[in-house]
């Protein structure tokens, strides 16, 4: 029976920034979609619609794709994103050192790309400001524990499938940080799936 942890998340970026660098390098891999801040846009630092993706699907070549963007603070979650296929702003982010508009991970940090690659990878964007959704995950086939950061409903969720014994263990160096950080807890429960009923 998974036990879930929910956590009030305080907004500053080097909070959640400790909070992944926390989740040791045994886990699994990270799926996540990030919005580059209003304030890098103000800033002009940010090349627009061009999202930087890493996906388990294309052997972790990082991709440069084109992605109709909005800033965290404008863009809508429950709104799909229309399809967009224009170009890319490569020769911003090559030459003029600008930074993607969006981060997507799907799956990053299976093999070949390692966990702690992909999550030093993510992390100095988290500081910058990026916000949005991340979820890490330990255990390849069955997930065994996963933690979800959701900057939208600004709470942090731990959650443990496993019942054995030392499941503990599975997040308590997240756990550590998180009350350095002085996070309050929302509550824990336990989720019963019910029985199927058999014919």
């Known amino acids: 029976m998974p036990t879930y942890t929910t956590y009030s998340l305080n907004q500053h970026p080097e909070h959640t920034a400790k909070i992944l660098e926390s989740i040791p390098k045994t886990w699994s891999y990270i799926n ?7 304030e890098l846009y103000r800033t002009g630092k940010v090349a627009y619609n061009s999202r930087l993706k890493l996906s388990c699907n294309y052997l972790f070549s990082p991709l440069i794709i084109a992605s109709l963007d909005d800033s965290f603070e404008e863009h809508d979650p429950s709104t799909p994103q229309p399809d967009y296929y ?10 003029e ?4 508009s969006s981060i997507e991970y799907i ?3 299976r093999n070949p ?4 690659i992909a999550k030093n990878i993510l992390t100095p964007y988290i500081r910058m400001g990026y916000k949005g959704t991340t979820e890490c995950i330990l255990g390849d086939d069955t997930p065994r524990a996963k933690i979800e950061i959701n900057h939208y409903t600004k709470t942090i969720d731990l959650i443990v499938y496993t019942e054995h014994r030392g499941q503990e263990r599975l997040i ?11 996070l309050k807890s929302r509550g824990a429960r336990t ?5 199927p009923i058999s014919s």
């Not at 050192?97 to 993607?100: F, I, K």
């Not at 790309?113 to 702690?116: A, K, R, T, V």
């Open 113 to 116: 790309l390692n966990f702690e």
């Open 172 to 182: 308590e160096q997240i756990e550590r940080t998180i009350k350095k950080l002085d």
């Open 86 to 95: 224009k170009e890319p702003n490569l020769i911003g982010i090559i030459h």
């Open 97 to 100: 050192h600008l930074m993607p």
């Open 107 to 109: 799956e990053a940090g």
């Open 32 to 38: 996540s979609l990030l919005f580059a801040p209003k």
């Open 191 to 195: 989720i019963t799936f019910p029985t």
